[in-house]
């Protein structure tokens, strides 16, 4: 997409999520994962790209040891509505015996996270925990509840604070939503 198609769906979008909505329910995340995983010292991992924005800002208010990696799993690519779940990568670091947190940006329909927590449980991760900055209400059975959540968000296309439109407005530290066409 080019810079001027991004200015125009931003300049169109609906604000969901204020930029100080967001970092309130960043500060509540952080420190219902601090009270609940302070005594531990799990792995941290990244869902790539999504979770880059939330990830980053979060563990920075952790007050406790972590290792950190990445994974990138996702159902959606260059598409504004999930397909096929396509593996990327795969975190370098064990997670055997451990409590893995797991960071993405957004619950939408679950299968992937559901999938991801499913492969970590697999590979023997003693606990797996999941952190999503949003959890779309769409009405849909999830197969998966997230452990942490910071917003919910209507069953619109969402943008912002890591979520993209076609690349784009990742680094938004506000929640857009996408114009609804009839």
Known sequence: MDASKARAI?????????????????DQVAQAIC????????????????????????????????????????????????GKISWRTAPWTSVK????????????????????????????ADEVLTAVFADKLNGKDKPIAADFVGLTVPDRFVFGYGMDVDGAWRNLPAIYAMKETA
């Open 35 to 82: 009270g609940r995983l302070a005594d531990r010292h799990p792995v941290v991992l990244c869902v790539m790209t999504g979770g880059v924005v939330f990830c980053g800002q979060l563990m920075a208010k952790l007050d406790f040891p972590v290792d950190f990696d990445y994974l990138h799993a996702t159902r959606y690519g260059p598409e504004t509505q999930g």
């Open 97 to 124: 015996g451990r409590t893995v947190l797991v960071v993405d940006d957004i619950l939408d329909e679950g299968v992937t996270l559901a999938a991801v927590k499913e492969s970590l449980k697999r590979l023997g």
């Open 10 to 26: 931003l300049a169109d979008a609906d604000l969901i999520h204020s930029e100080s909505a967001v970092q309130a329910a960043l």
